[in-house]
């Protein structure tokens, strides 16, 4: 259910929406030095027990699962003496992150207190807040009086907050940014200066949400690996080059493409250039060979309509519960004004009304509705997931 697609694509509606009512937005993303590595095994079993209830047998397998881990080295043939590790949970586990995550729940009122809006997945967090322009210093002040005290609680419950990769930004449109007054995030030992694009979960975010810097790390990252197919595509067989152009090309245009909704056309193209690439290496074809027919062939979706596909995939799972109520609650099913309906308003959606197209409509909140209202309503009414991915891919391919 949930991913780092589902948590970027809450963090961008909320910052969407504030553009679109003229608001600029602080946004702070902290890092943690060695999160997993670092928590303290009787806090973790406290909280277990005293927060979420844990008794008896069930906490006495968690302490099981905790103590009596070791760690060595290992060089060639040659072995450290063994460690016991007296803090930290399993990496790489199913359970790490869960137990992370309850570790670190006393931080949720914390965030609540600030009246500071928050999203973590795994050890990554962000925070963030929105106002007027002119009441930017006031933003940023609370959203570092916030950090300081998830500071202090980090410290006593033996954690470390990394100041030195603590990342601001202010997003919003150019003519709004420009009446903020603030260069900087003040903390309590440093000061953190204002980025004008960030990294976040793999996705470059500028201050205006343009997407266009993480479209060109896109592109580059594409094209360099294509370049390295290239050269041994004549060593391949044609299933197997699709196999590695799907797995190392395809998959990085796929990864969080549902922010790239509603962006012009021409930052689309950059990346439909790239698909166009990598079907003419798999095929072997010329540039001046016609590109829709091999995308048909190859059976890919065109860049467009994977994004569409993406959204209306993301829509359906937020209908059947089959998404994170943080973004299931951002859409509403549309109730006509008069008693009877026809059957063509089933399961459609609220279109919220929104001002500008390079923000509010932009946005998962809009876009969900205004795609899903689109689509028949027999592929709306599909009764699980993999039926309605199969008819709407069928759906796209026939448009």
Not at 295 to 314: C, E, F, G, M, S
Request: positive net charge; aromatic residues 6%.
């Amino acid at each position: 259910m949930h991913s780092t697609e589902t948590a970027l694509l809450k963090i961008t509606n909320d910052l969407l929406l504030a553009t679109d009512q003229a608001e600029i937005s602080a946004v702070a993303l902290l890092d943690l030095s060695a999160a997993f590595d670092t928590v303290d095994h009787n806090i973790l079993l406290q909280r277990l027990q005293h927060t979420f209830g844990i008794h008896s047998t069930a906490l006495s397998w968690f302490s099981s699962y905790l103590t009596d881990r070791y760690q060595t080295v290992s060089i060639d043939k040659l072995n450290s003496d063994p460690i016991r590790l007296e803090c930290g949970v399993p990496q790489g586990s199913v359970l790490g992150p869960v137990l992370f995550a309850l570790y670190t729940q006393p931080l949720d009122h914390i965030l609540d207190r600030h009246n500071v809006l928050h999203h973590s997945f795994a050890d990554d967090s962000q925070l963030h807040n929105s106002s007027s322009p002119d009441q930017s210093e006031s933003l940023l002040s609370s959203i570092s009086d916030t950090i300081t005290d998830v500071q202090n609680w980090m410290t006593e419950n033996k954690l470390q907050l990394n100041s030195n990769k603590t990342e601001a930004i202010l997003i919003g449109t150019t003519s709004k940014l420009s009446k903020a007054t603030s260069d900087s995030l003040q903390l309590s030992d440093s000061s953190v200066p204002l980025s004008s694009a960030v990294k976040n979960l793999g996705v470059t975010l500028d201050n205006t949400l343009s997407m266009k810097q993480h479209i060109s790390s896109v592109s580059r990252t594409c094209y360099f690996q294509l370049r390295r197919i290239a050269t041994i595509r004549k060593y391949l067989t044609t299933d197997a080059t699709a196999k590695l152009v799907t797995s190392t090309i395809l998959s990085r245009l796929d990864y969080c493409n549902s922010l790239l909704a509603g962006l012009p056309s021409s930052s689309i193209s950059r990346l439909q250039r790239i698909q166009n690439s990598s079907a003419r290496l798999v095929l072997r074809k010329k540039k001046r060979d016609h590109i829709t027919p091999l995308l048909n062939q190859l059976h890919w979706l065109p860049v467009p309509a994977r994004i569409t596909y993406k959204i209306n995939t993301l829509t359906y799972k937020c209908l059947h519960g089959l998404a994170p109520a943080y973004l299931s609650d951002s859409l509403s099913l549309y109730v006509p004004s008069r008693t009877l309906r026809s059957s063509a308003d089933s399961l459609k959606l609220n279109i919220p009304h929104t001002k500008l197209k390079t923000a509010g409509q932009r946005s998962f909140s809009f876009q969900a509705p205004s795609q899903w209202n689109t689509l028949p309503l027999p592929l709306r009414q599909q009764q699980s997931l993999e039926s309605f991915k199969s008819a709407l891919k069928t759906f796209l391919f026939s448009k």
